[in-house]
């Protein structure tokens, strides 16, 4: 049996992410900070029979134990979810409260709720095919000041990445990378007018924003174990947004 927990699947690119997982034949689990009865939740789930949805804050590393007994064993974690910086501005004028909650959720929650899902994962047979995908950003490696705190997190999931593609690799778990470029969703709907006219003019080649579907694209071989002997890779899903251009 596939079942995969996907990290933020309630919305945006975890939703693109689940809803391609479930199409595929995994067995969906969301997991969430926000409460089930919400709108957003339960269109999530109208859109996947047999999908479930659990409450959970991925800042609160002591409840990760209990999230993972509630969902049962899984062969797929996306860990997807994340927080932005709380404003964006003058890297000098950054608050300790903004950079701990990005390092909170996006890199310390991340980190135990991938390590306890690697433990258990070590106790399934080897088929079907074990997987963990990190969605970082393109901002692991391309620098934005007044969002520093976010770029910092993500810097760090992506070694934290490497850390267990490496360790996991001899026990057949694969482990993937991916970072997605300018997607639109709830959390970069504030900055749409920013991006638009610079999208249009090159900023990204293919000249469009990215949608869910795109990393969903992605996830899907991966996760099925497609390039298996791929594991550490690291995938732009971008656009072209991070090649190096004159």
């Given at each position: ?5 996907i990290?933020?699947?309630q919305q945006g ?7 391609a ?14 409460v089930?009865?919400s ?9 996947m029979p047999?999908a479930?949805?659990?409450?959970h804050?991925?800042?609160d590393?002591s409840?990760v134990?209990?999230l ?5 064993p899984v ?9 932005p910086?709380?404003v964006?501005?003058d890297l ?6 903004s950079f701990?909650?990005?390092?909170s959720?996006n ?7 991938a390590?306890e899902a690697?433990?258990?994962?070590l ?5 079907p095919?074990?997987?963990?995908c990190f ?14 705190e ?7 999931a992506?070694?934290?990445a ?5 360790r ?9 990378d991916?970072?997605?470029g ?5 959390m970069t ?7 638009d006219a610079?999208i249009?003019?090159?900023?990204v080649p ?16 991966l ?6 002997f ?16 004159l």
């Open positions: 049996m596939k079942r995969a927990l990290t933020g699947g690119i975890g939703l693109g992410i689940a809803e997982l479930h199409t595929a034949g995994w067995q969906v689990a969301l997991a969430a900070e926000v089930p009865d709108e957003v939740v339960q269109a999530a789930l109208a859109a047999g479930t949805y659990h409450r804050d991925l800042a590393v409840s134990a209990a993972m007994d509630a969902v049962g062969t797929t974690l996306v860990s997807n979810a994340g927080v910086a709380m964006r501005g000098l004028d950054m608050s300790v409260e701990d909650r990005c390092i959720v890199l310390r929650g991340a980190m135990f709720l390590q690697a433990r258990r994962m106790a399934l047979p080897a088929d095919y074990r997987a963990i969605i970082t950003s393109v901002s692991a490696s391309m620098v934005s000041p007044d969002r520093a976010y770029c910092i997190s993500k810097s760090g992506a070694m934290m490497q850390a267990f593609a490496a996991l690799a001899p026990d057949g778990i694969g482990v993937f991916i970072r997605p300018i997607i639109a969703t709830p709907a504030p900055v749409r007018d920013r991006y610079r249009a003019d090159g900023l293919a000249r469009r924003w990215g949608r869910p579907a795109d990393i969903a694209q992605t996830i899907v071989p996760v099925r174990g497609d390039f298996a791929a594991t550490g890779t690291v995938i732009p899903v971008d656009g072209g947004l991070s090649i190096h251009r």
